[in-house]
């Protein structure tokens, strides 16, 4: 397994599981639990690759596709909070994509995809992969340059001032200054701006 390039001092304490290298270069798993390796045409029999979602930052994954599993009847009456997070909607989103596509898309946590009309839908796709896109452009960043720069100016630690909301729990909203609030889903947060990102949900008349 070892070339002669892949030189790397290992700090971590953390179990090494897997090491892929080639000759330049090396990809190390740690602390995993189950590992399978699968030859590529048995991958569609996995498990649990059978039951995950699209590759949002796959080519194939348009963004019809992701409208039509939004506002699909498996899916439409989740939460956005649930829907961002669960890997047989969508595969690759996590814990900061979460709050910043929900951001950018004007989405509230709590809303379904049910709760929506057409428009929100639509923008809600884009903004799933152009914010997958742009994190994966730059190693983690959902706001420009400029945005970032700005942020870090005015004083925000790395962990926020990359990013929209996420992490900026109790910083002004980039869009309207009001404050950033921060909810809970199980152990894990969802960081979002009140003001930008209304409920539709409350104000639709009961049926
Ligand atoms: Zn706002």
């Known amino acids: 397994m070892d070339s002669q390039f892949n030189t790397t001092k290992i700090k971590s304490r953390r179990a090494l599981r897997v090491v892929f290298t080639t000759n330049k270069h090396a990809v190390r798993l740690w602390s995993a639990t189950d590992i399978d390796l699968i ?63 929900l951001f950018d898309a004007k989405i509230h946590p709590d809303d379904r995809p049910f709760d929506l ?20 452009k730059t190693g983690g960043f959902t706001v420009s340059k400029s945005l970032a720069d700005r942020n870090k100016e005015n004083g925000e630690p790395r962990r926020s001032y990359r990013h929209a909301v996420f992490m900026r729990h109790q910083y002004e909203c980039l869009n309207c200054k009001d404050r950033i609030e921060r909810k809970w889903y199980g152990k894990r947060k969802v960081d979002y701006c009140p003001s930008c990102q209304i409920q539709r949900g409350k104000i639709k008349p009961t049926k």
Not at 72 to 86: A, G, P, V, Y
Not at 117 to 136: E, H, V
């Open 39 to 101: 030859p590529t045409d048995e991958e569609n029999e996995h498990s649990f690759l059978k039951k995950i979602g699209p590759d949002i930052l796959n080519e194939s994954c348009s963004f019809k596709l992701i409208e039509e599993r939004l506002t699909s009847k498996r899916f439409h009456k989740k939460k956005s909070s649930t829907l961002m997070l669960d890997q047989t909607v969508f595969a690759g989103l996590g814990n900061y994509l979460r709050s910043e596509i």
């Open 117 to 136: 009309d057409k428009t929100r839908i639509t923008q809600w796709a884009k903004s799933i992969k152009n914010i997958s896109q742009l994190a994966y």
